[in-house]
């Protein structure tokens, strides 16, 4: 149980355009998702937290026009790169929880995006 | 502010034991979690501990917790080629579920 799943698992698009990655959580319903971000040899950077049917809310410094989220249902949450440039090239991440005492977070096996 | 603190690197030979450190600032976190990555991959859930515990073994995996000192530790039992990856601890802040990471402890296994 616990499984989230991430589309695509790696993308390499052309400067200028957008990329929509999306995290599914497949057998349970995700109160709440979140978006990492992880450059090589380095931690995850929490990008946003999204909440079902609700803004997502940024942490600092990560520009909300830039990285644009939605979280249409209690199984899908999108991020969507707009104007993609080179140096947003890097590892991409979603956690989800799904409830319950601990509130466990289950992470999706992550996105690796190229810009050129 | 809260901070999680990891050593960097950890080489140790098959069969022996492994054991990978952290500490943390948050006196009042909750749950502490370790995860594990491998090259390319997302985080697998190892296990967690609940701040009121001070121990947790799960087969070859033991956590010790010293809430005193806010050190936290991960052990591995007979440690094989196919435990070296990254291992993240972390520790759940009060709002909303946040996770705080540790830098990561690269584990290297050699035969």
């Known amino acids: 149980g616990a499984v989230v799943s991430q589309h695509p698992s790696w993308v390499i698009c052309k400067s200028g355009t957008s990329v929509k990655i999306e995290c599914r959580s497949l057998?349970?319903?995700?109160?709440?998702m979140f978006w990492y971000r992880q450059f090589p040899k380095q931690s995850l950077m929490l990008m946003a937290t999204s909440n079902e049917g609700s803004k997502a809310t940024y942490e600092q410094g990560v520009e909300k026009d830039k990285f644009l989220i939605n979280h249409a249902s209690l199984t899908l949450s999108t991020l969507t790169v707009t104007s993609a440039h080179p140096e947003d090239s890097s590892f991409y991440i979603c956690?989800?929880?799904?409830?319950?005492?601990?509130?466990?977070?289950?992470f999706g096996p992550g996105t690796r995006l190229t810009v050129l | 502010g809260e901070d999680v603190e990891q050593s960097l690197f950890l080489s140790v030979r098959e069969g022996d034991s492994s054991v990978i450190n952290c500490t943390y600032t948050?006196?009042?976190?909750?749950?502490l979690y370790w995860y594990k990555q491998e090259p390319g991959a997302g985080l697998q859930l190892l296990t967690y501990?609940?701040?009121?515990?001070d121990m947790k073994q799960d087969q070859r995996l033991t956590v010790l917790l010293n809430k005193k000192d806010k050190h936290l530790s991960l052990r591995i039992a007979d440690t094989q080629t196919g435990d070296s990856a990254i291992y993240f601890c972390?520790?759940?802040?009060?709002?909303?579920?946040?996770?705080?990471f540790g830098q990561g402890t690269e584990l290297s296994v050699k035969p």
């Open positions: 501990i609940f701040s009121n515990m």
């Open positions: 057998d349970f319903q995700a109160t709440t």
């Open positions: 948050d006196s009042s976190s909750t749950y």
């Open positions: 972390a520790e759940r802040a009060n709002q909303g579920g946040k996770l705080i």
């Open positions: 956690s989800a929880i799904g409830g319950g005492p601990t509130n466990t977070q289950y």
